[in-house]
């Protein structure tokens, strides 16, 4: 006889239903992860796409302040000269600031200065010119190049009163400078003098010997690595150099001599070797003529006290061509 199989009654066997229904559990709990982490994700899309143009609009605010202050300082001198403009018939003291390093690269190169100056001079309504000075020096050619437009100056407009007034520190270069006036004032605390030319170095041959390296410097000159620090300091470079020094604090000497002639006093060799002097000491030397400043100057001796200031300064893309080396 054949036994025919009889079909399964799940509900006869519990641990049957039983592993349907975790399964089935578990496949809705994966879908439900699925779908939070599906949701996670496009929310951390979202917030990503916020902070994005969240930073871009800050960038762009940035930016455009950024482009906003350079078109005012490309312009501020423009802007001076109409605010010049706008008083046409006031008599006023023309200013033009020297302040800080005396360098080509600088605001008080010897362009913008002769710049100012010549405006200054110019100008119709200008009743006398002051020259504000507060450097510690700088370029030798840049100091000799406004000294002799100044000189210049003096010569082509000989009616209109100019000065030189000392703030904090005027020395070296900046005296250079100041000679070319007819007359200079400072604060009695002031630094004034340094007349003298510096160059100044390091030697590392010792370092690199302690470090077991050597320098390897190849020329198609034998001077050509004039003064290597890496190398021992060779006596006639040495003397060249010194040479150069030399000719150059000769003419600083004849610029002071020719700007203040006979009123220099006292040991005249101890004025040029390099020391500086407080403006008190300034005024007995004779390389001071007085104590003043550039609003005393207007107020006492000009007779006008409104101040103008004709210095010119470099803008930004005149700044950036020349630390670039285009202009």
Request: hydrophobic content about 40%.
């Amino acid at each position: 006889m054949e036994i025919q199989p009889q079909p399964s009654d799940p509900s006869a066997n519990p641990s049957v239903e039983q592993a349907g229904l975790a399964w089935l559990e578990r496949a809705e709990q994966s879908r439900a992860e699925e779908r939070a982490a599906l949701q996670a994700i496009l929310q951390e899309q979202l917030n990503e796409q916020k902070r994005v143009r969240r930073h871009k609009n800050w960038f762009r605010f940035f930016l455009a302040l950024y482009l906003l202050a350079l078109l005012w300082l490309s312009n501020a001198d423009q802007w001076r000269q109409m605010e010049i403009k706008a008083i046409p018939h006031k008599k006023f003291t023309a200013v033009v600031d020297i302040r800080g390093p005396i360098m080509a690269t600088t605001n008080t190169s010897a362009e913008n200065i002769i710049k100012g100056l010549n405006k200054a001079f110019a100008d119709p309504n200008s009743a006398g010119v002051i020259v504000r000075i507060n450097s510690p020096g700088g370029s030798p050619v840049q100091s000799g190049q406004i000294y002799d437009e100044m000189t210049r100056l003096r010569g082509r407009f000989p009616d209109k009163p100019f000065y030189v007034a000392i703030e904090d520190l005027c020395a070296s270069g900046g005296y250079y400078v100041a000679a070319a006036a007819p007359h200079i004032y400072a604060d009695r605390a002031s630094l004034v003098g340094s007349i003298g030319v510096i160059m100044q170095g390091f030697g590392f041959q010792e370092s690199l010997n302690k470090l077991g390296m050597e320098s390897r410097v190849l020329t198609s000159g034998k001077n050509k690595a004039f003064l290597n620090p890496f190398a021992p300091v060779d006596s006639s470079e040495k003397t060249h150099a010194q040479n150069l020094l030399d000719k150059i604090h000769k003419q600083f000497i004849e610029a002071v001599r020719q700007g203040r002639g006979d009123r220099l006093k006292g040991d005249q060799a101890a004025l040029f070797e390099g020391l500086i002097w407080t403006g008190e000491e300034a005024v007995e030397l004779g390389l001071v003529d007085g104590i003043g400043s550039a609003e005393w100057i207007a107020r006492e001796l000009i007779k006008q006290e409104k101040l103008v200031n004709f210095t010119q300064k470099n803008d930004w893309l005149s700044r950036v061509s020349k630390e670039m080396g285009i202009q």
